[in-house]
């Protein structure tokens, strides 16, 4: 059964940083590209940063850029997003999604299998 397990949402204060994690099981990250994306409550659903299949491409909305990190680690089939300055703004349910496509999008009708989401939360 495939499935993309995302952990370490929470609740933190603005300024602070959180290292969000996506772990695939059934499949090989090794072929796929994977994407972050978040909804806020009465939001529409926002690609946050993708990375391809190798790694080496990586790409970030630019309300997050410079702010947030993807990276991917073939041998652990996990992919982080590491996020440091967190803002209010950023309060969402963060989702990562995989799917096969020669160059990483924040496009997520592109991808094909889903997490459930972590709740990140960034107040005082």
């Known amino acids: 059964q495939l499935q993309l397990v995302e952990s370490g949402g929470g609740l933190v204060q603005p300024g602070g940083s959180l290292r969000l994690s996506c772990a695939a099981s059934?499949?090989?990250?090794?072929?796929?590209?994977i994407g972050w994306f978040r909804q806020a409550p009465g939001k529409e659903r926002e690609g946050v940063s993708c990375?391809?299949?190798?790694?080496?491409?990586?790409n970030y909305a630019d309300s997050v850029k410079g702010r947030f990190t993807i990276s991917k680690d073939n041998a652990k089939n996990t992919v982080y997003l590491q996020m440091n300055s967190l803002k209010s703004e950023d309060t969402a349910v963060y989702y990562c999604a995989a799917g096969v496509m020669t160059i990483a999008t924040l496009q997520g009708g592109e991808y094909d299998y889903w997490g459930q989401g972590t709740q990140v939360t960034v107040s005082s």
């Open positions: 990375i391809d299949s190798s790694g080496g491409n990586t």
């Open positions: 059934g499949f090989t990250l090794d072929y796929y590209a």
